[in-house]
């Protein structure tokens, strides 16, 4: 259970984007990993590891180390476990998993050990660490357990937004027709005064049938996690072992003609003809999974992802670098569990609105 302010996350984007940068060629990616970055540490942590210079310092570092050696880690595993003669050539891996484990572990008591002194001192704040604090004797949790929990929700809560935001900002610059469409729909409702907030979002069709199509064509995901079988089955014919790892290719299925019409395209008007849900009852569009062990944080994705891209299309008009034409995009993806576009996005940000929405406001952690 995520608690509500959780899932009630403001994303300020723009402050990592800047009017500043106008008219300057950015690496896109670089903006949403910000973003992404300081919310999911916000949520988990209650704790901003980049200040508002984009820099990184302390406890930052050592958490982003840890990200990306984690990271690096579980690629190894996912080969090996496959393709098991391949053990070999990972000798070291159970000691750097060991030494990564317990890195991860320091950092993360020192941190639970900040909180417990600041909930003595002045009540239980809101951030994920403390729910699961104030949870751990009802439940029964381990210091291991709550460890695991915290750094699925920061491995699990990252990536995939970014990946999400950045495929829908390609096709958005692609499809300048449907960048217009949905700022037209911005100015309508969020006007020129304020930015988005989360409680325009249902005022926001279109920007919300964008999120779902951009998930369609680009699933971060691609193949879900895998799961394993705990019992003989068969399943379309097929027989499927018990221990096997099953992949679900959900790519294959939102590009499917005999599921979609002109499935390649990106249009986001598909949903406004027929509402088709994402989260977990319709099987054409399984983006978060189904089932018991469907992403808990599909909500709370689907919030950032559309606070992010409300953001960007409110504030910009966004186009391919100068001398690029739109189609010259590549949109290759590399393959592996998360799949990142292959040529990360450069794009050129152009204001459109006052000068006075650009600057960084105060935050309550
Ligand atoms: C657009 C964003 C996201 C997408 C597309 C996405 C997608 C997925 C998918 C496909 C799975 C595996 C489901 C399965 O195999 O059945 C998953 C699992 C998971 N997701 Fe997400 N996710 C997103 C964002 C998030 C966020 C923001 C969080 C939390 C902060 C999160 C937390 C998790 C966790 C903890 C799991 C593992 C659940 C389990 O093993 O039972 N996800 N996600």
């Known amino acids: 259970m995520i ?12 402050c990592h984007v800047g009017a500043d940068n106008s008219g300057k060629t950015l690496l896109v990616r670089k903006y949403l990993g910000a973003v992404a970055l300081n919310n999911i540490t ?25 990200v990306s050696d984690g990271l690096k880690l579980g690629a190894s595993l996912v080969m090996a476990e496959f393709i098991p003669w391949l053990h070999w050539i990972y000798p070291m891996e159970e000691k750097a998993f060991a030494k990564h484990g317990a890195r991860r572990d320091r950092l993360t008591r020192a941190i639970m050990e900040e909180h417990t002194v ?32 915290l750094w699925d929700m920061i491995t699990a809560g990252m990536d995939t937004t970014v990946i999400s ?5 390609a096709e958005l610059i ?71 790892n099953v992949h679900v290719n959900v790519w294959a299925i939102f590009h499917d003609l005999a599921v979609w019409n002109s ?16 989260k977990g009852h319709d099987f054409r569009l399984l983006p978060f999974g189904a089932g018991r062990r469907m992403c808990p944080g599909a909500q709370l994705g689907i919030n950032l992802v559309t606070s992010m891209l409300g953001h960007l299309l409110h504030h910009f008009v966004w186009t391919p670098p100068q001398g690029t034409k739109p189609e010259e995009i590549d949109m290759s993806e590399n393959p592996g569990l998360v799949t990142y576009m292959s040529t990360p996005m450069r794009a050129v940000a152009t204001p ?5 929405l650009y600057k960084r406001m105060p935050y309550e952690m």
Not at 47 to 65: C, D, S, W
Not at 165 to 169: D, F, P, S, T
Not at 352 to 356: A, F, K, Q, S, T
């Open 165 to 169: 935001v950045e495929g829908a900002m």
């Open 352 to 356: 459109r609105l006052p000068p006075e």
């Open 263 to 278: 499935p390649l395209e990106f249009r986001p008007e598909r949903f406004l003809e027929e509402d088709v849900d994402m």
């Open 174 to 244: 692609k499809n300048p027709r449907v960048q217009q469409k949905a700022q037209e729909e911005l100015d309508r409702v969020v006007g020129f005064e304020r930015v988005v907030t989360e409680s325009d979002f249902s005022n926001l069709p279109y920007l919300q049938c964008i999120v779902k199509e951009a998930l369609r064509l680009h699933p971060p995901t691609p193949l879900m996690l895998p799961h394993r079988s705990n019992s003989h089955v068969k399943i379309g014919g097929y027989d499927i072992p018990k221990g096997s």
């Open 42 to 66: 916000r949520l988990v942590f209650g704790k901003r590891f980049m200040n508002a210079e984009g820099v990184i310092e302390g406890q930052g570092l050592e958490f982003k180390a840890i």
């Open 118 to 149: 600041a909930r003595q001192k002045s009540g239980a704040k809101q951030h994920f660490v403390d729910a699961l604090l104030t949870l751990k004797d009802k439940y029964d949790l381990s210091e291991d357990n709550i460890i695991g929990l």
């Open 3 to 14: 608690p509500s302010r959780i899932s009630s996350v403001k994303t300020r984007t723009i």
